[in-house]
């Protein structure tokens, strides 16, 4: 699923622009980790870079309604490539959702 995001942030220019590192492996791997931990796998995410603080990540970077909804389509795509049953695909939409509507810090 992270593979699939991150090949259609790599496309877009509106949210490449939001990463910094030529290479988006490692973006990736910390949002791997952070899924990980959400979910109740290892706190490696944590142990590595502290409280996963959202919010005060992104504020550096403008996250307009266009942003967010670009991320959304982005990640729609990527968990429909799961192939999750109903119940696991809602649960983790929802979530996503929630996220992307909490990171809009301008109009």
């Known amino acids: 699923m992270v593979d699939v ?5 790599a496309e877009d220019e509106v949210l490449r622009a939001m990463y910094p590192e030529e290479d988006l492996g490692p973006a990736a791997e910390r949002m791997r980790m952070f899924l990980e931990q959400y979910w109740g796998g290892p ?13 005060m990540r992104h504020q550096p970077f403008k996250v307009d309604f266009d942003a967010r909804d670009r991320w959304l389509r982005h990640m ?3 968990v429909d490539s799961l192939e999750l049953p109903p119940l696991y695909e809602q649960t983790l939409w929802d979530y996503f959702e929630r996220a992307a509507h909490s990171m809009v810090n301008s109009a």
């Open 43 to 55: 706190g490696t995410y944590s142990q590595l870079r502290g409280h996963p603080r959202l919010r």
């Open 76 to 78: 729609r795509k990527a």
């Open 5 to 9: 995001f991150y090949q259609g942030i």
